[in-house]
């Protein structure tokens, strides 16, 4: 079932059958190609890694080579509980052959994904869907994730869009033995906040995670954006490492034009990559089938610059989430009020509610009038239930450290962090900013000092003063900015947003701002570009398609929202992509095997080219 797993002619497919069960892996041969599986000595323990660890064992063995998984492998047979000691992105599948016992082990964020479902006393898993889907029993939509979709452009939890089909909770340790399968979690967020100033321990933090994702004779790539996370990690880099900065965008957009400042200031190799519309269509497919339906079609750039960076590089660094976990950017005035007192069930539920209008894409009243006979009162009920249940399963005891926590598990897990898996078909991935020991001393940074970047730029000032000087696209001016001008400039940010789509709109696309802010300006895409335009009347105006055949979306009103868009009447930017993502979404998994084998080695061939 590898095959299913394979989306370009340069990975590297492997199958082991064993006496009492059966496992494959796609990898890029970069860190940890030695063929799978590895054994121990009496071979009574195999094991097999997806990914690669930090932790006490560097200087033992070589750090993010094969010898990752003998380092397990030797482990597990001396305590049981190693992992609670190591740091990375991985999985890691043991197996003691004696007892026939199974044994899977993720990372604390879940940054390696793993889809399981148990069919009577089997296990089937995988890093993605696609394999699962071939068990005849597995190939259920989950109308309840289907929902979701349409309310947040993600299912939030464990939960997919299928069925009988769950991920693997972050931080979990999976037990099958005798047909009995057991799963416990390892490790938990706990915000343990202290009144002294973080800010030296942070900057030793964050530089000790670069260093410990540092191999020599590998070749990294960064690429550069107009905020903080990337120069954060860029300012952790020792010197002598072989890296390449990457830029890219839309012509003309303000992200470019600071990445480019940043990669001047810290001196790297740099690269811009200009991004054209129409090219990104074809890539839309990719964005699919990688991510599981998790992700939108606004992220085609992804496969299409990683294309050309991994010419180029062997790892990529990504500064993923650091500005959720310490520049508090979903944090808001009242979450941070609220954390003075301890959430009851009252204030729980009134924070779910606040959660929900912050995630929900448009309102309930469209997504209703959106949705078709079989969704419709699911899309009303169901997605507020379910983020009142993600937002108990978070554990932490004050309302923004809850929030944050939420956040981390459900949007950067289940969305943010599909761009990463997207790219970690052309490269591999290293998360400097979910590293352990940087996460611990976040957790012990008060809320307050989190919330609107406080501490996030003394913390830049002190790892990187160079690069705190340039500005942030946020705000238009740098972290060294007196926090009045830092204030006044997100308010400018928010105003100028607001009235570059109100002159675009009223003036029916006549007067538009010729610099767009991020790299790719989307809503335009819908308007202006042929092949996009092409792609959403094929899928989305052919009363034929899917989403209308199975009774989820209303055809009439669909047609609706598309045209309001083109017309500049509306903006519907954000549905309209994830009705996009739906609809391609059952195409892929749910279409007859001919079609869809076709498809799939129609598409190995056109990544082969890039």
Same mark, same amino acid.
């Given at each position: 079932?590898?095959?299913?797993?394979?989306?370009?002619?340069?990975?590297?497919?492997?199958?082991?059958? !064993?006496?009492?069960?059966?496992?494959?892996?796609?990898?890029?041969?970069?860190?940890? $190609?030695?063929?799978?599986?590895?054994?121990?000595?009496?071979? %009574?323990?195999? @094991?097999?890694?997806?990914?690669? =660890?930090?932790?006490?064992?560097? !200087?033992?063995?070589?750090? @993010?080579?094969?010898?990752?998984?003998?380092?397990?492998?030797?482990?597990? @047979?001396?305590?049981?509980?190693?992992?609670?000691?190591?740091?990375? %992105?991985?999985?890691?599948?043991?197996?003691?052959?004696?007892?026939?016992?199974?044994?899977?082990?993720?990372?604390?964020?879940?940054?390696?994904?793993?889809?399981?479902?148990? /069919?009577?006393?089997?296990?089937?898993?995988?890093?993605?869907?696609?394999?699962? +889907?071939?068990? %005849?029993?597995?190939?259920?939509?989950?109308?309840?994730?289907?929902?979701?979709?349409?309310?947040? !452009?993600?299912?939030?939890?464990?939960?997919?869009?299928?069925?009988?089909?769950?991920?693997?909770?972050?931080?979990?340790?999976?037990?099958?033995?005798?047909?009995?399968?057991? =799963?416990?979690?390892?490790?938990?967020?706990?915000?343990?906040? +202290?009144?002294?100033? #973080?800010?030296?321990?942070?900057?030793?933090?964050?530089?000790?995670?670069?260093?410990?994702?540092?191999?020599?004779?590998?070749?990294?790539? &960064?690429?550069?954006?107009?905020?903080?996370?990337?120069?954060?990690?860029?300012?952790?880099? $020792?010197?002598?490492?072989?890296?390449?900065?990457?830029?890219?965008?839309?012509? @003309?957009?303000?992200?470019?034009?600071?990445?480019?400042?940043?990669?001047?200031?810290?001196?790297?190799?740099?690269?811009?990559?200009?991004?054209?519309?129409?090219?990104?269509?074809?890539?839309?497919?990719?964005?699919?089938?990688?991510?599981? !339906?998790?992700? #939108?079609?606004?992220?085609?750039? =992804? $496969?299409?610059?990683?294309?050309? &960076?991994?010419?180029?590089?062997?790892?990529?660094?990504?500064?993923?989430?650091?500005?959720?976990?310490?520049?508090?950017?979903?944090?808001?005035?009242?979450?941070?009020?609220?954390?003075?007192?301890?959430?009851?069930?009252?204030?729980?539920?009134?924070?779910?509610?606040?959660?929900?209008?912050?995630?929900?894409?448009?309102?309930?009243?469209?997504?209703?009038?959106?949705?078709?006979?079989?969704?419709?009162?699911?899309?009303?009920?169901?997605?507020?239930?379910?983020?009142?249940?993600?937002?108990?399963?978070?554990?932490?005891?004050? #309302?923004?450290?809850?929030?944050?926590?939420?956040?981390?598990?459900?949007?950067?897990?289940?969305?943010? +962090?599909?761009?990463?898996?997207?790219?970690?078909?052309?490269?591999?991935?290293?998360?400097?900013?979910?590293?352990?020991?940087?996460?611990?001393?976040?957790?012990?940074?008060?809320?307050?000092?989190?919330?609107?970047?406080?501490?996030?730029?003394?913390?830049?000032?002190? +790892?990187?003063?160079? /690069?705190?000087?340039?500005?942030?696209?946020?705000?238009?001016?740098?972290?060294?900015?007196?926090?009045?001008?830092?204030?006044?400039?997100?308010?400018?940010? &928010?105003?100028?947003?607001?009235?570059?789509?109100?002159?675009?709109?009223?003036?029916?696309?006549?007067?538009?701002?010729?610099?767009? =802010?991020?790299?790719?300006?989307?809503?335009?895409?819908?308007?202006?570009?042929?092949?996009?335009?092409?792609?959403?009347?094929?899928?989305?105006?052919?009363?034929?398609?899917?989403?209308?055949?199975?009774?989820?979306?209303?055809?009439?009103?669909?047609?609706?929202?598309?045209?309001?868009?083109?017309?500049?009447?509306?903006?519907?930017?954000?549905?309209?992509?994830?009705?996009?993502?739906?609809?391609?979404?059952?195409?892929?998994?749910?279409?007859?095997? %001919?079609?869809?084998?076709?498809? /799939?080695?129609?598409?190995?061939?056109?990544?082969?080219?890039?």
């Amino acid at each position: 079932m590898t095959r299913d797993m394979k989306h370009a002619a340069w990975q590297i497919d492997e199958t082991y059958v !064993g006496s009492f069960f059966e496992i494959g892996r796609v990898h890029l041969g970069t860190l940890g $190609p030695r063929k799978q599986p590895v054994f121990n000595e009496d071979r %009574s323990i195999c @094991g097999f890694m997806y990914g690669n =660890i930090t932790g006490p064992h560097r !200087g033992q063995v070589s750090p @993010g080579g094969a010898n990752d998984l003998d380092y397990c492998i030797q482990s597990f @047979g001396e305590d049981p509980e190693f992992y609670i000691n190591i740091d990375g %992105s991985f999985v890691v599948v043991l197996c003691n052959m004696p007892k026939e016992e199974f044994t899977i082990i993720n990372d604390r964020y879940g940054s390696k994904p793993v889809y399981i479902s148990k /069919l009577g006393s089997t296990l089937a898993f995988a890093s993605e869907a696609k394999p699962l +889907l071939r068990l %005849s029993q597995l190939n259920e939509l989950d109308l309840r994730g289907v929902s979701e979709l349409l309310t947040f !452009g993600y299912c939030l939890g464990d939960r997919t869009l299928f069925r009988e089909i769950s991920l693997l909770p972050p931080a979990s340790v999976l037990v099958l033995r005798d047909g009995r399968l057991s =799963i416990r979690n390892y490790w938990k967020w706990d915000y343990q906040p +202290l009144h002294n100033d #973080t800010t030296l321990e942070l900057v030793s933090a964050l530089k000790h995670a670069v260093n410990a994702r540092v191999d020599e004779g590998i070749r990294y790539a &960064i690429a550069l954006s107009g905020g903080l996370d990337s120069r954060s990690v860029v300012g952790g880099l $020792p010197d002598s490492t072989n890296v390449t900065s990457f830029t890219f965008g839309e012509e @003309g957009c303000v992200e470019s034009r600071i990445a480019e400042l940043v990669a001047r200031r810290s001196g790297m190799k740099h690269r811009k990559i200009l991004l054209q519309p129409d090219e990104l269509a074809k890539f839309y497919t990719d964005v699919i089938s990688m991510s599981d !339906g998790m992700d #939108t079609a606004p992220v085609a750039f =992804i $496969p299409y610059v990683m294309g050309i &960076i991994r010419k180029e590089a062997d790892v990529f660094f990504d500064g993923i989430a650091l500005g959720t976990l310490l520049g508090g950017s979903k944090l808001t005035a009242a979450d941070v009020e609220d954390s003075s007192r301890k959430l009851d069930a009252a204030s729980e539920l009134e924070l779910a509610s606040r959660l929900y209008s912050r995630m929900a894409i448009t309102h309930v009243g469209m997504i209703t009038d959106l949705a078709g006979k079989e969704v419709a009162h699911l899309v009303r009920t169901w997605p507020p239930r379910a983020v009142l249940e993600a937002l108990k399963a978070c554990k932490s005891g004050r #309302t923004a450290d809850r929030v944050d926590e939420f956040f981390m598990v459900n949007r950067i897990r289940r969305h943010t +962090l599909m761009g990463s898996i997207i790219a970690q078909n052309y490269l591999e991935q290293a998360f400097p900013t979910l590293d352990f020991g940087l996460i611990s001393v976040i957790l012990r940074t008060p809320c307050r000092m989190r919330a609107r970047h406080r501490t996030y730029r003394h913390f830049l000032r002190k +790892l990187a003063p160079d /690069l705190a000087r340039v500005p942030y696209e946020a705000t238009y001016v740098p972290v060294t900015a007196p926090r009045i001008l830092w204030t006044a400039g997100r308010g400018l940010h &928010i105003v100028l947003r607001r009235l570059r789509t109100s002159l675009n709109r009223f003036s029916n696309g006549r007067i538009r701002f010729v610099n767009i =802010i991020h790299y790719v300006n989307p809503d335009e895409w819908l308007r202006t570009s042929t092949q996009w335009r092409k792609l959403v009347h094929s899928v989305l105006l052919d009363n034929n398609s899917l989403s209308y055949r199975k009774g989820l979306l209303n055809p009439a009103s669909v047609r609706r929202i598309v045209l309001e868009h083109e017309q500049r009447k509306a903006d519907w930017t954000a549905i309209i992509f994830v009705l996009l993502t739906l609809e391609l979404s059952l195409r892929y998994f749910f279409e007859d095997e %001919s079609r869809r084998m076709d498809y /799939l080695c129609s598409r190995v061939s056109s990544m082969d080219q890039v």
